[in-house]
């Protein structure tokens, strides 16, 4: 069965400079999510989306925005990177209301390894 | 959403059943029980989740309590590739962001 697909899968830059992460959800789903995990810690919620509109924000810095698009892949911009935004960043997808209004499972994609130097 | 307690870590013999506890005492009545899992440095992985029926699929079985304070993940025949950290979350939110807590380490050996 189709995943989560997520690229780069491995990214190298330098403070200050500016990053897209890029994620495509399982055909057909219509939600995005976006998770950090720091060195160490658990998965922790940034954003999500739901048909390209924002439908939730977590602990996401200012100097990161993110988006989704018409075909519902979602993008991940950061800006302004800073040694602390080294992390693994994780999107998973789901179908909302896909079972009679219950919550939504989530799939994660392989994640993107961040690395600022 | 309410807070789950989970044992830091538990070791596990090949072949056996691992049962992983969780404690969710401040749950609510529409509060789903979820399990996923991370195996070093993957993406998490949907394990099962349940309401107030006890489920099952082909990975485990979900074992919730009647007052559903708590819930027990089994893992019928652990494998080596079971190692990982499990993580029980309870989500009420329809948009389903998961709140990570500090999970299991379940340590599967030989």
């Known amino acids: 069965a189709a995943g989560v697909i997520q690229s780069p899968r491995h990214l190298i830059k330098e403070k200050r400079e500016t990053a897209t992460l890029k994620c495509y959800p399982i055909?057909?789903?219509?939600?995005v999510y976006w998770y950090q995990q720091g060195p160490g810690q658990d998965p922790q919620f940034l954003i999500s989306?739901?048909?390209?509109?924002?439908?939730d924000k977590g602990s996401i810095p200012d100097r990161f925005s993110a988006q989704q698009f018409s075909d519902y892949h979602s993008e991940l911009n950061m800006s302004s990177l800073e040694l602390g935004d080294s992390a693994l960043y994780f999107c998973?997808?789901?179908?909302?209301?896909?079972?009679?209004?219950?919550?939504?499972?989530?799939?994660f994609g392989p994640g993107t390894r961040l690395t600022v130097l | 959403d309410a807070k789950t307690t989970q044992p830091p870590s538990m070791d596990c013999a090949e072949g056996r059943a691992a049962n992983l506890p969780c404690n969710h005492s401040?749950?609510?009545?529409?509060?789903?029980v979820y399990w996923y899992r991370q195996i070093h440095s993957q993406g998490p992985q949907y394990i099962i989740h349940?309401?107030?029926n006890n489920e099952t699929n082909e990975m485990a079985s979900l074992i919730i309590t009647e007052d559903r304070k708590s819930s027990t993940l089994i893992l019928p025949h652990a494998t080596l590739r079971d190692t990982a950290v499990y993580y029980c979350?309870?989500?009420?939110?329809?948009?389903?962001?998961?709140?990570f807590g500090a999970g299991t380490q379940v340590v599967v050996t030989p």
């Open positions: 998973a997808s789901s179908i909302l209301w896909s079972s009679g209004g219950a919550v939504a499972t989530q799939y």
């Open positions: 055909p057909r789903h219509d939600t």
């Open positions: 989306f739901y048909e390209k509109m924002q439908s």
């Open positions: 401040t749950i609510s009545g529409n509060e789903y």
């Open positions: 349940g309401l107030k």
């Open positions: 979350i309870v989500l009420t939110d329809s948009w389903g962001k998961l709140q």
